[in-house]
């Protein structure tokens, strides 16, 4: 049976950020409602920032069009603050190359606001335990994005740089699996072992190759040529 964040004990701590006040606090509502610990809320960027750094949330619920500060920006400087703090992206804007940049920019997943609250609150669950969350027709397009990225070319390498830790054979099987674009939910049933040995075997494999997030992984999974296996 798969592990997933409804085994948590403890309530997932969401931070809501929307610069328009009844917005913001309807959604905070319906969270809190569902059983969210609803932690802090933001109107605007740098507001956002702040808040996120002393209430340090599991999910930051996130727009991206804000006043102070852009949205993206905002994801920058929060993940790069507390790496372990995942952004849920929730947007008016479908725009490609609005996805694009808050993925880049470091957030987990990308929904847009005419999703329901059903969709919002399995959104904030899945995001919690770092499986990538997308709007319907979002994911292709992400995934696409992870293979250009990785078919540029890298920083040259340091030849003083020593030679990558060894993967074990299940984290390369899991990190094959990840560059493939399947969740980790998806993950744990390929392979018949928990939502949460999934999430161990790439936390263990971002630590060894000290890689910061999914992107970073996919890439170095891609130019390896482990999405071709």
Not at 28 to 42: I, K, N, Q, Y
Not at 76 to 87: D, F, H, I, S
Not at 111 to 120: I, M, N, P, V, Y
Not at 191 to 207: M, P
């Amino acid at each position: 049976m798969t592990e997933t964040s409804s085994d948590r004990q403890d309530p997932i701590k969401v931070m809501v950020v929307d610069d328009h006040p009844m917005w913001r606090d309807a959604v905070a509502r319906d969270l809190a409602e569902s059983g969210f610990e609803v932690v802090a809320t933001a109107g605007d960027g740098d507001q956002a920032v702040r808040r996120a750094k002393a209430a340090a949330p599991d999910v930051l619920v996130l727009d991206l069009n804000l006043p102070a500060k852009p949205g993206v920006q905002v994801c920058k400087e929060v993940v790069a603050g507390n790496p372990a703090l995942r952004v849920l992206v929730l947007s008016a804007s479908g725009e490609h190359a609005d996805v694009l940049e808050a993925v880049k920019s470091g957030a987990t997943g990308y929904l847009l606001k005419s999703a329901s609250t059903g969709e919002l609150q399995d959104a904030v669950r899945r995001t919690a335990v770092g499986d990538p969350v997308f709007t319907p027709g979002l994911a292709g397009l992400v995934l696409g994005e992870y293979r250009r990225l990785a078919s540029e070319p890298g920083p040259a390498p340091d030849t003083d740089e020593p030679k990558a830790p060894r993967l074990t054979d299940r984290e390369t099987e899991v990190l094959r699996l990840v560059a493939k674009g399947l969740s980790y939910k998806q993950i744990a049933e390929r392979l018949v072992i928990s939502h949460r040995t999934v999430q161990n075997h790439v936390q263990n494999t971002l630590g060894k190759l000290q890689l910061h997030n999914r992107v970073e992984l996919v890439r170095y999974a891609i130019e390896r040529g482990l999405d071709d296996e």
